[in-house]
């Protein structure tokens, strides 16, 4: 859905009050991204979560949550963005600060009830195009993850299948059964 009919700059679209649900820059337009449900939330949490657990002790990469980025001339907010450990921007004490530092190394995007999953593979070209090593879209319907990567690889994970983020996150170890699982509340 376009919230306005004129087209927008990045510069100019960044100068706009920021709202909830929040809003994206895609081709020139602005679009309000999906408000998230309750498995989107919680897959959010559980990726940003688990790859922060073990990638943040290790050094490897930092996980954050809708994290706005410039892609070119689209102002982009991946559901989860992943920076490798030396991207992650600190101050000369190491403590983290608010400094833009590109695209992510691996984005993730969570298709929503209102959204199509070849739209979110689309949006996750535009991530690749830009410098992100993988992007993942994560889709609960089906219960799979498509992984791509620069090349032009596009992968369709389910069950058993690992969730290989090696380039970026050495050595961490997910399934995607393992992952879907976490909705399971009983």
């Not at 070119?72 to 907010?77: C, P």
């Not at 739209?119 to 889709?139: E, F, N, P, S």
């Not at 090696?166 to 170890?173: I, K, M």
Request: proline share 8%; with cysteine; hydrophobic share 35%.
């Amino acid at each position: 859905m376009a919230i306005t009919e004129r087209r927008l700059t990045p510069e100019e679209f960044l100068k706009l009050p920021e709202e909830k649900p929040y809003l994206e820059l895609i081709d020139g337009k602005v679009v309000q991204k999906p408000l998230g449900q309750e498995q989107h939330g919680a897959l959010q949490m559980e990726l940003g979560g688990r790859i922060n657990s073990y990638a943040r002790p290790r050094r490897l990469a930092w996980a954050f949550s809708e994290l706005r980025g410039r892609f070119g001339a689209d102002v982009l907010l991946p559901d989860v963005s992943i920076y490798s450990w030396e991207r992650v921007p600190r101050d000369p004490g190491g403590r983290l600060t608010n400094v833009y530092q590109g695209p992510p190394d691996i984005a993730i995007e969570i298709v929503s009830p209102d959204q199509s999953a070849r739209a979110m593979i689309r949006k996750c070209r535009r991530y690749l195009d830009h410098g992100t090593r993988i992007a993942l879209v994560v889709d609960p319907g089906p219960e799979s993850v498509v992984r791509l990567t620069p090349d032009g690889d596009v992968t369709t994970l389910r069950g058993s299948d690992r969730i290989d983020l090696d380039a970026v996150v050495l050595g961490f170890e997910l399934t995607v059964q393992e992952l879907f699982d976490t909705l399971r509340v009983d």
